[in-house]
């Protein structure tokens, strides 16, 4: 399946794995890669400019295929090296860059020179207006569903990816929500050019997650619900660092699941095996081209 995705970034399938703190490792990003998708291996997750370098150079021992790398511009207890990252992201040679939180625009210019793709990650039509008109190659919209930062527009997707098809020039993808063919060929209806999926690769062989996370998704319905919540209004960063600062590693590396928050989204609904990174594309473009030629092409004759 060729798209203005597929042909932008060098892959064969129309698929993207979203930078995933303390989950995107190169074990992952070369799965999804060596599959035919984009993998993305998530720069903030190495502790410094030179670990995302052997990172990088780990995941090239991996797969010779595209690589992406994940930035992350989120307000941190430290600002980390930016600079530094982005210049392991150009000397490892990485064509593609997700970035994410906050807007590029002063990393673009070098990013561009060294001939990087910059997609950028928008949980709104105004927002992803804002990074076309800086000079992003694209965008993955992040409707509401998503795992993660959702944003505060609280848009779902079935109205977000229609709105970025009316407004965008530059190519987009639909990320949250994203699990199997289905989804894939409803992105590629609403106007999107692939999918980007976070939870759905958690729940994968490669994943170098703890077995209790993977589970966890498993075992979790539709119906999960956050903490924050609880607390509502009331909610401090005070209130809840216990929660959240630093418990990454421990939940996703040593499986305990109590520690404190840690992110899938709504979409574990609709998982219920753990395949390999090379079954699970291929199977959603098997269901997607079934959909396509047989259930469509039947309603539309
Ligand atoms: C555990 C986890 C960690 C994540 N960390 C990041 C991150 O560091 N940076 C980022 O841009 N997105 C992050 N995301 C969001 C994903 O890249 C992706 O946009 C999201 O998972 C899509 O929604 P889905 O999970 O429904 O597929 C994370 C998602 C998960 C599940």
């Not at 509502?232 to 305990?256: H, N, W």
């Not at 928050?261 to 079934?290: F, N, Q, Y």
Request: hydrophobic content about 45%; glycine content about 10%; overall charge negative.
């Amino acid at each position: 399946m060729k798209t203005k995705i597929t042909e932008m970034f060098g892959i064969e399938h129309p698929i993207i794995q979203g930078g995933m703190h303390f989950v995107g490792f190169a074990e992952l990003a070369a799965a999804v890669s060596e599959a035919g998708g984009l993998g993305i291996i998530t720069g903030l997750t190495q502790r410094s400019p030179a670990d995302l370098a052997n990172e990088i150079a780990r995941c090239r021992t991996l797969t010779a295929k595209p690589i992406g790398v994940n930035l992350t511009f989120l307000p941190t207890v430290t600002t980390p090296d930016y600079p530094g990252y982005i210049r392991a992201i150009i000397d490892g040679e990485v064509k593609v860059v997700e970035t994410a939180g906050n807007n590029p625009q002063q990393w673009l210019p070098m990013l561009h020179e060294a001939g990087i793709k910059v997609i950028h990650k928008c949980t709104s039509v105004r927002h992803a207006l804002k990074a076309q008109s800086i000079g992003c190659d694209a965008i993955s919209v992040d409707g509401f569903e998503c795992a993660g930062h959702p944003g505060e527009d609280d848009i779902p997707n079935f109205i977000l990816l229609p709105r970025a098809a009316d407004e965008l020039k530059i190519p987009f993808v639909a990320s949250g929500g994203m699990a199997d063919g289905r989804s894939l060929v409803a992105a590629l209806a609403l106007g999107a050019e692939g999918i980007n999926m976070g939870t759905r690769f958690m729940a994968t062989k490669e994943a170098p997650i703890h077995d209790n996370v993977k589970q966890a998704i498993l075992d979790a319905s539709e119906r999960v619900v956050a903490k924050e919540k609880e607390l509502g209004s009331k909610i401090t960063f005070a209130g809840i660092a216990e929660d959240v600062v630093g418990v990454y590693p421990k939940i996703m590396l040593e499986g305990q699941m109590e520690l404190g928050a840690w992110s899938c989204g709504l979409v574990a609904g609709l998982i219920h095996d753990i395949p390999s990174c090379k079954e699970l594309i291929d199977r959603i473009m098997r269901e997607a081209d079934t959909i396509i030629r047989d259930r469509l092409a039947r309603l539309a004759g």
